[in-house]
């Protein structure tokens, strides 16, 4: 397998010294047409020798770069053709032996770089929920000044209407603010968003929570409640306007 590396690696030196040569060729072209003097005896003929010399430069200039040209495509087919007989000779068995081999060297540094990024993504994710946890603009914090149990036990048809007021300014279509539905719909899928996130962040924080690891994130006992609190409420969001849907459906068939 080795064996194989340094052939491959040859190749590609080989085809670099390849593109470097046709380059200096041209280069040792271009010098030379500029170092060309001629001398014209005859002055009423200038002009035509300059032209001459002029074609002459660009057809050599065209043969360089055609030769340049021909030489890099040998030599990119050449190495495409010999990388494809590379890869079909090699077995799995070796590619396994190659990768015990990588991971037995650098288990150390995976290790480290695999912890760290998970450690990071769960951080984040974490850091991020508590930020919509306490954020005032999300329907979960909708009515927070009364508790949940305050909010059951007032009446279901004012929440309703209340709480499409509120949707109603809130996702308002600027664009045509006589549109009635389009905040409705934004307003499902805003909720179903939220919901999301607070159960992401829950099934985050139980097992955390369980290991005993939730010292080391930004978690706690308060934003863990305050996370379950938000579901709760955001549940009971979904039920008014679920209960308002289909009290304003009846009213307007029962007409």
């Avoid at 271009?30 to 001459?52: F, I, L, M, S």
């Avoid at 030769?67 to 077995?91: A, G, L």
């Amino acid at each position: 397998m080795n064996t194989r590396i340094i052939y491959l690696y040859a190749t590609l030196i080989c085809l670099h010294n390849t593109m470097q040569s046709g380059e200096d060729d041209r280069a040792t072209t271009e010098n030379n047409n500029k170092n060309k003097t001629v001398v014209n005896v005859y002055p009423g003929n200038v002009n035509v020798t300059n032209n001459n010399d002029n074609t002459n430069n660009n057809a050599n200039d065209t043969n360089v770069s055609n030769t340049v040209v021909n030489k890099i495509k040998t030599k990119m087919e050449s190495f495409v053709e010999q990388s494809v007989k590379y890869v079909s000779e090699i077995s799995p068995r070796e590619v396994a032996s190659s990768a015990y081999t990588y991971l037995a060297m650098y288990k150390l540094p995976i290790l480290v770089g695999t912890t760290g990024s998970i450690y990071l993504t769960l951080f984040t994710i974490i850091f991020m929920g508590n930020r919509f946890l306490t954020s005032d603009t999300t329907w979960a914090s909708w009515k927070k000044d009364q508790s949940l149990e305050e909010l059951q036990e007032l009446s279901q048809d004012k929440l309703g209407k209340e709480l499409i007021r509120d949707v109603q300014k809130r996702h308002i279509n600027k664009a045509n603010p006589t549109d009635y539905i389009s905040p409705l719909v934004q307003f499902v899928q805003t909720v179903e968003k939220e919901t999301k996130i607070v159960n992401h962040y829950l099934q985050l924080a139980v097992p955390l929570r369980w290991t005993r690891l939730s010292y080391i994130f930004p978690i706690n006992n308060k934003s863990f409640e305050h996370a379950q609190e938000a579901r709760k409420r955001l549940i009971f969001v979904k039920h008014i306007f679920i209960s308002w849907t289909a009290q304003d459906n009846l009213g307007n068939f029962n007409h």
